[in-house]
């Protein structure tokens, strides 16, 4: 890539999930006040810009994703002059705000979809999917991401509407152009308030195919796979940049897309370095890396990734991608488990030094780093929870299908599974300190706390020089510091390697050379690191050259 380097491409960005961040108001649901006080720890540690998941207002089926109003504020939250005085304050402190854009589908309670629904002629009919039954059935076989067929019957008009996610979430008819232009007024709302970009949810999905043909169903499965019928279709490249000429040329926006089903191909079309779409895009395949081996039981599993399976997925986006499309990179976020429980050891002997690790092989890649809310202290899956503590629509829907109707799997294995890969681990409240609910709230949380935040918790990583958090501190400030962590070529080292992953970033003049033992092993590699090489950062406080001990992390600098 060029040296003309855009904001963005050096900018870190940390995740707020508003409704679990900080809780001002004492209803034990996170709120726009919170986040407001909790601006100057963001700035601590040195993040650029705040992604906030949705605010809108939505009778939360699937927690605020499900809109009913794109122009106005979820009243547990708070008020727009909350959100504007927000806005302003992050911007006093240099900190850029990134909404949370969701298009595929609104709220069934979204006036639109009131008035769609209300009979075949009226003028919002075409606003959303609709289609006669098929021999007395849906109209093809595609099934909800969240389990389930993806139609919904509706009595009163005899068609069925299209939900790839709950039935509370019909899917917007993108192909009806004035679906389209009221996006785009909308987003235009938001853009003239002065936000700083868009997180577009499933924005792969916005095309549907032409004819709506069924999906391959998987084996032992009772639905076809939406995401493999749907995802990158016909008229998704077109669509966003008619988006890209209406709204988001307007401002110096920051733009990523999450498009599951994307490939290299897609994503060099997505977010092409002409700036024609989107600046970048979140693709899934490493997280589907460990997935079941049974198709039927989808992302619920328990075994770790393999490492050559991983870094082959990383290296691949990394290469391929390079000067040609922008990497966004992380691990976790609102709808993946913790990242020290995934691809760390999140064990009391070895979470920070594990969680170090995973955070130094992220952040010396080249793409955009996201940091979601608690990553930075280490939290970790919440093992506590139990079938009735689960507030996440897919962890509901998955005991309900996949235990009580299909019988493929046991309760205590499914739970098993939950506990590793469940939405909720991301989901519990952050934990701000020792005191009654992790100072989140002085009510009672809208979620259970993980029973460790006595142990896990900011106010203890701010006392402690040697914390996570002041180690992705050091990671976020290297990469504002060194043009080589955005513009280096990236070199994978021992492709086969199952223990250790390791990496050269190359630039004109000086190499990195990035170590990560992904084992609590104490193994010993040589890479010629040069007698003149210097540790950049390391989670070891001293250096024992070849030997690596248990999930140890370190970068040498050095002369080309």
Do not use: C
Request: hydrophobic share 35%; charged share 25%; no cysteine.
């Amino acid at each position: 890539m060029t040296e003309d380097i855009k904001w963005w491409q050096k900018a870190v960005v940390y995740q707020v999930y508003p409704r679990s961040f900080q809780d001002a108001n004492g209803d034990g649901i996170g709120d726009l006040q919170g986040i407001e006080q909790r601006l100057d720890y963001i700035k601590k540690l040195g993040a650029d810009v705040i992604w906030l998941n949705p605010i809108y207002a939505s009778p939360d089926k699937d927690n605020g994703y499900d809109i009913s109003d794109y122009e106005d504020i979820n009243a547990k939250f708070g008020t727009m002059q909350d959100f504007d005085r927000l806005l302003q304050k992050a911007h006093d402190k240099g900190i850029k705000i990134l909404m949370d854009l969701v298009v595929n589908h609104t709220s069934d309670q979204h006036q639109w979809f009131i008035e769609s629904r209300s009979s075949k002629d009226n003028d919002k009919r075409d606003f959303y999917i609709w289609r006669d039954p098929v021999d007395g059935h849906e109209p093809n076989n595609w099934g909800s991401f969240f389990s389930g067929p993806a139609w919904k019957f509706d009595e009163e008009t005899g068609q069925y509407y299209l939900h790839l996610f709950v039935e509370g979430q019909p899917d917007l008819n993108w192909v009806n152009p004035e679906v389209r232009q009221a996006v785009f007024d909308m987003m235009n709302f938001w853009v003239d308030k002065g936000i700083d970009g868009f997180r577009m949810d499933v924005i792969s999905l916005i095309s549907k195919p032409d004819g709506l043909p069924d999906g391959e169903v998987p084996e032992g499965g009772e639905y076809g796979n939406s995401d493999k019928a749907v995802a990158n279709g016909p008229h998704v490249h077109e669509y966003l940049q008619e988006m890209r000429e209406k709204v988001l040329k307007r401002a110096d926006m920051m733009t990523v897309g999450e498009a599951s089903g994307v490939d290299i191909n897609n994503a060099i079309k997505y977010a092409n370095t002409d700036e024609s779409e989107l600046n970048m895009v979140f693709q899934f395949e490493h997280m589907g890396l460990d997935n079941n081996p049974n198709p039927a039981l989808g992302k619920w599993y328990d075994q770790k990734v393999s490492l050559v399976d991983l870094k082959e997925n990383l290296s691949k986006w990394q290469n391929d991608l390079a000067g040609k499309a922008w990497n966004s990179l992380y691990w976790d976020n609102h709808d993946q488990p913790r990242a020290v429980s995934r691809y760390g050891d999140d064990r009391a002997a070895y979470r920070v030094v594990s969680a170090k690790m995973v955070a130094t092989l992220l952040h010396f890649m080249q793409g955009t780093p996201y940091v979601y809310q608690g990553e930075e202290i280490g939290m970790t899956n919440a093992y506590n929870l139990k079938r009735e503590d689960f507030d996440d629509v897919e962890i509901k829907n998955a005991f309900k299908y996949l235990i009580d109707k299909d019988h493929l799997i046991d309760e205590d294995t499914m739970l098993k599974y939950v506990h590793a890969k469940g939405r909720d681990n991301a989901r519990t409240p952050m934990q701000w300190d020792s005191t009654a609910n992790a100072g989140f709230t002085t009510g009672t949380p809208w979620l259970k706390l993980n029973d460790n935040y006595d142990a896990i918790n900011v106010e203890q990583a701010l006392a402690d020089k040697s914390s996570i958090f002041y180690y992705y501190q050091k990671l976020i400030q290297l990469r504002h510091d060194l043009p080589i962590i955005t513009t280096g070529k990236y070199q994978l080292l021992d492709p086969k390697d199952e223990q250790v992953y390791a990496y050269r970033r190359v630039g004109n003049n000086e190499q990195l050379l990035v170590i990560n033992n992904f084992t609590d092993n104490i193994v010993t590699r040589d890479y010629s690191v040069p007698t003149n090489a210097k540790i950049l950062i390391s989670n070891y406080a001293d250096d024992k050259a070849e030997t690596l001990r248990p999930y140890e992390s370190k970068v040498y600098q050095f002369e080309k």
